[in-house]
């Protein structure tokens, strides 16, 4: 069955750093997701893509973070900057279509910010 | 704005125990309806959803959920819980005119007792 795929599982890096997460979603998706989870909180929506654009952002989502599909298979989310409250899990997530569509989630990078 | 609560953030039962995991919503329209699953160091599992029609629906592992709009509740359940099922189990709505993306409520963690 396919799945969408995330690496690394844990990234640790030191305050002020660039990380850039990986997801390869399912092959034959269209849309592109990406959530995090602070520990103990909810699973809250960062920023959603498609056609090589970002469709839709959270208030999360500030000049910090950035989404690219660099080609037809990965998708990564890149954090400029790192701060201590980035410290988080960060869930990829794709779908056929938007709207009704389910939306298949990755196992998550475990993000730690030092 | 579009919102979820899970009433219980710990539930202990007992392995055989019958289950059931509330979830409210505040939506505008007729919503559309997830459970997803998490198990330690996993990603999210779609258990079932809920999109229109039968307001009853059959997941995935023996899950069930019942849709009740006059009550805006996702209860879901389960008639006898296995040990494999102590996971936390994540309510989700979406998507709406604001966006494709899913709104998660808190989560429920499920212990099962032996």
């Known amino acids: 069955e396919p799945e969408v795929t995330q690496t690394p599982s844990h990234q640790v890096t030191q305050m002020g750093q660039e990380v850039i997460l990986r997801c390869v979603p399912i092959?034959?998706?269209?849309?592109f997701y990406w959530y995090r989870q602070i520990l103990g909180q909810k699973v809250e929506f960062l920023v959603s893509f498609y056609n090589n654009e970002i469709s839709e952002k959270s208030e999360i989502f500030d000049d910090q973070f950035s989404v690219e599909r660099p080609d037809g298979s990965n998708f990564t989310l890149k954090i400029r900057s790192t701060k201590l409250e980035d410290s988080a899990m960060y869930f990829c997530a794709s779908s056929d279509w938007p709207g009704a569509d389910t939306q298949y989630f990755g196992p998550g990078t475990r993000l730690t910010v030092l | 704005a579009q919102s979820v609560t899970q009433p219980d953030i710990h539930i202990t039962v007992s392995e055989g125990a019958s289950l059931e995991l509330r979830c409210n919503y505040s939506?505008?329209?007729?919503?559309?309806l997830f459970w997803y699953v998490q198990s330690p160091g996993q990603g999210l599992q779609l258990l079932l959803k809920y999109f229109s029609g039968d307001t009853l629906v059959q997941g995935i592992k023996g899950f069930e959920a019942e849709f009740k709009r006059s009550q805006s509740s996702f209860n879901l359940r389960k008639p006898s819980v296995h040990w494999s099922d102590a996971a936390e189990y994540f309510c989700?709505?979406?998507?709406?005119?604001?966006?494709?993306?899913?709104?998660f409520g808190g989560g429920t963690r499920l212990m099962v007792k032996p």
């Open positions: 092959s034959n998706h269209l849309y």
């Open positions: 939506y505008g329209a007729t919503p559309y």
């Open positions: 989700a709505v979406g998507p709406s005119s604001a966006g494709n993306m899913l709104t």
